[in-house]
Nanobody, 121 residues
Framework: QVQLVESGGGLVQPGGSLRLSCVAS????????MGWYRQAPGKQREFVAR???????FYADSVKGRFTISGDNIKNTVYLQMNSLKPDDTAVYYC???????????????WGQGTQVTVSL
């Protein structure tokens, strides 16, 4: 069983910055990619950013140029640096990872519990 634990959410004023972190822990696994989704009140969960094990990055158009995803393979950690935050960025941010389980030889998607980001005066 792989667990994903997010941290770093909070309240920030428009134009401010926050850095989210997500750590994957467990045994007998490799990570194919890690990323972030978000869900605002009354809206569907949406893709934010992804980092593959090969170092490729992908972003939603709404966050390009403002958010940066990075990772530490040794620590099984992914970060989301969020700059120039807007009220529309307010949401619960979920970490996700595609996991290859080396003992079961299967692939699955795991999710964290989410961390609240609120952008407001």
């Amino acid at each position: 069983q792989v667990q994903l634990v997010e941290s770093g959410g909070g309240l920030v004023q428009p134009g401010g910055s926050l850095r989210l972190s997500c750590v994957a822990s467990g045994s007998n696994f490799r990570i194919n990619y890690m990323g972030w989704y978000r869900q605002a009140p009354g809206k569907q969960r949406e893709f934010v950013a992804r980092l593959t094990s090969g170092g490729s990055t992908f972003y939603a158009d709404s966050v390009k140029g403002r958010f940066t995803i990075s990772g530490d393979n040794i620590k099984n950690t992914v970060y989301l640096q969020m700059n120039s935050l807007k009220p529309d960025d307010t949401a619960v941010y979920y970490c996700t990872a595609q996991i290859f389980r080396t003992d079961r030889l299967d692939v699955r998607d795991d999710w964290g519990q989410g961390t609240q980001v609120t952008v407001s005066l």
